[in-house]
């Protein structure tokens, strides 16, 4: 999908994730092609970087360029069992309220509880002690749309 980012964000494997459009998004002519096909809380991926500009005033450089997006891989820390390359998976959260080193990786951005993904690569078993005991695999995943 086509959307519009900072002229100075503009390269090739940026990833970001979608927080939202700015208030002055509100009356912008660009609001649709810019924010209009972005997921609040997903994390994309640049991959093509178009060539004419936009003026922009939230932007750096008062400027926005079009790119071409994905959603972004993630990785996540997950107790789900029999998981291999090329199955699918629901995400659902785990139980825990611990705020640990691994908490991004259990909790990552651009995730969503019952989000469908496609499990790309099993790193296997996570070598690092969870605080809670539990047993995590690292997983690489793909979103099923």
């Given at each position: 999908m086509i959307t519009l980012?900072?002229?100075?964000?503009?390269?090739?494997?940026?990833?970001?994730?979608?927080?939202?459009?700015?208030?002055?998004?509100e009356s912008c002519r660009f609001k649709s092609s810019c924010v209009g096909s972005l997921e609040v809380n997903r994390k994309y991926v640049i991959t093509d970087v178009k060539d004419n500009e936009q003026k922009c005033p939230i932007h750096a450089e008062n400027a926005v360029i079009p790119v071409e997006v994905e959603r972004a891989e993630i990785e996540v820390l997950t107790t789900s069992k029999n998981i291999f390359e090329g199955s699918t998976f629901t995400y659902n959260a785990p139980d825990c309220d611990d705020y640990c080193e691994y908490h991004d990786l259990c909790f990552p951005e651009g995730?969503?509880?019952?989000?469908?993904?496609?499990?790309?690569?099993?790193?296997?078993?996570?070598?690092?002690?969870?605080?809670?005991?539990?047993?995590?695999?690292k997983l690489t995943l793909g979103f099923v749309i």
């Open positions: 980012i900072g002229k100075d964000l503009a390269s090739e494997g940026t990833e970001f994730v979608f927080l939202g459009p700015a208030e002055e998004c995730l969503i509880e019952n989000d469908k993904c496609i499990v790309l690569k099993n790193q296997g078993k996570h070598k690092e002690g969870c605080k809670k005991g539990l047993i995590l695999n």
